[in-house]
């Protein structure tokens, strides 16, 4: 196979279940497809193993995000490509990245067509059950193609979930972004940090001009929201909802937001939304110099 090639397309395969250990090298690639199909990988260069269409990919190793494809030895993580799959990080396991902009987990929604399956947002999930772990600072400035917000999980019509331990702690940093209908969970038991004017949990209609989903907002916090002490202007929740119907955008929050050591953050900021709030949420009180 060439560099930049893609060994086997799998659509809508039959119990599309892959474990990231099953790509990690060259002999456990060869391993999984058997004795009849060997992989001949590039001498130099990336390339693709599967690349997959509604399939469930199961992180069950630690993902460096900093060895992508342009470095001389990539992460198992970018030997695949899922597409409107369901994700989901393994207790113990560790999704980290230190650059700028990083994306560490994104999924869209399938829409067919005439005569084709359209999804519903439980049909595609991403679920952390480890730890996300991102600190690069989003690319603000500069041309607007080049600018990309640090993310640790984002989706389109899907549904999110946090289940245990996600840190942005870059400036201007996303925890969970969800759009076109997504429904995001911080679950109890969860915990969620973000740095200089992040955003822990975010909802919006749509994502850019996509046409997925219902153009619903659906946010709920279970658990622990945090700043990172000493940074500022922070948001526990975030939603300006464009809808003409204030029903369109819920927000939830049955557990904690404590900004008491990020001055000048806000727990929830909400715009034409109904919000529901019978958790905790302490700020931070901006103290002037003398």
Known sequence: MQSGGTFMVLHKPTGGSMK?????NLAAINSALGSKVELEAPTTGSYKVYSVYRGKLEINQDVNLDNDESTATPDAFYKVDFRSSNMLVEAGKTVSGTKQGQVALFQGNFNEGAGGDV???????????????????????????????????AGDFITLTNNKTIEVTGDNGIGIY?????????????SLTVGQEGVALYGANKLNSSTLGDGTISVTNAGDIQGVNGKTKAFGIFAENTS??????????????DFSSSQESIGIHSINSTVSNTGNIKNGIKKELQ
């Open 20 to 24: 990231l250990s099953s790509v990690s």
């Open 119 to 153: 999804g519903t947002v439980g049909d595609v999930s991403i679920v952390n059950n480890g730890t996300i772990k991102l600190t690069g600072n989003s690319i603000t400035t500069g041309p607007v193609a080049s600018r990309k917000t640090t993310t640790a999980m």
């Open 178 to 190: 969800g759009a076109g209908g997504s429904k995001i969970l911080n679950n109890a038991g969860a």
């Open 244 to 257: 003409s119907t204030v029903t369109d955008s819920n927000l939830t929050n049955s557990g904690t937001i």
